[in-house]
């Protein structure tokens, strides 16, 4: 009974952290495979940087958080992440840019997976 009751309690913990995401689609570029490493060594950028980059996956999601992007980078062994956020909620009487009321929602995340060319 006691084992029932733990595995239901494991159950419930962690089906909230995989039933979130939905939609997802990833596109790998490199034909090798790189080692894996730690989330918190994965930068996260919102634009790309100044160092010369290769890029080695997109990666997408919908109703995904950046840490999900982050982890996902990091299984394929990129040193960071290029997160943008699209999508989202709109109103129909406000078309342009920054002057939408909805223009800060969003329920997808697009990732570019990258390694630096000139790793200190």
Same mark, same amino acid.
């Given at each position: 009974?006691?084992?029932?009751? +733990?595995?239901?309690?494991v159950a419930?913990?962690?089906?909230?952290l995989?039933?979130?995401?939905?939609?997802e689609?990833?596109?790998y570029?490199?034909?090798?495979?790189?080692?894996p490493?730690?989330a918190?060594?994965?930068?996260?950028?919102?634009?790309?940087?100044q160092?010369?980059?290769?890029?080695i996956?997109d990666?997408?999601?919908?109703?995904?958080?950046?840490?999900?992007? !982050?982890?996902r980078?990091?299984?394929?062994?990129?040193?960071? +992440?290029?997160? +943008?956020?699209?999508?989202?909620?709109?109103?129909?009487d406000e078309?342009?840019?920054?002057?939408? !009321?909805e223009?800060?929602s969003y329920?997808r995340?697009?990732g570019?997976?990258?390694?630096?060319k000139?790793?200190k």
């Amino acid at each position: 009974m006691k084992l029932k009751l +733990v595995i239901l309690l494991v159950a419930f913990a962690v089906l909230p952290l995989v039933g979130c995401v939905s939609d997802e689609a990833n596109r790998y570029y490199l034909n090798h495979q790189l080692v894996p490493r730690d989330a918190k060594e994965v930068q996260v950028l919102s634009q790309a940087p100044q160092e010369d980059y290769t890029v080695i996956a997109d990666l997408q999601a919908k109703n995904a958080s950046v840490s999900y992007l !982050r982890e996902r980078a990091a299984q394929i062994g990129a040193d960071a +992440v290029i997160v +943008v956020p699209v999508g989202g909620n709109y109103s129909k009487d406000e078309v342009w840019a920054g002057k939408d !009321r909805e223009s800060k929602s969003y329920d997808r995340l697009l990732g570019t997976a990258i390694i630096y060319k000139d790793k200190k």
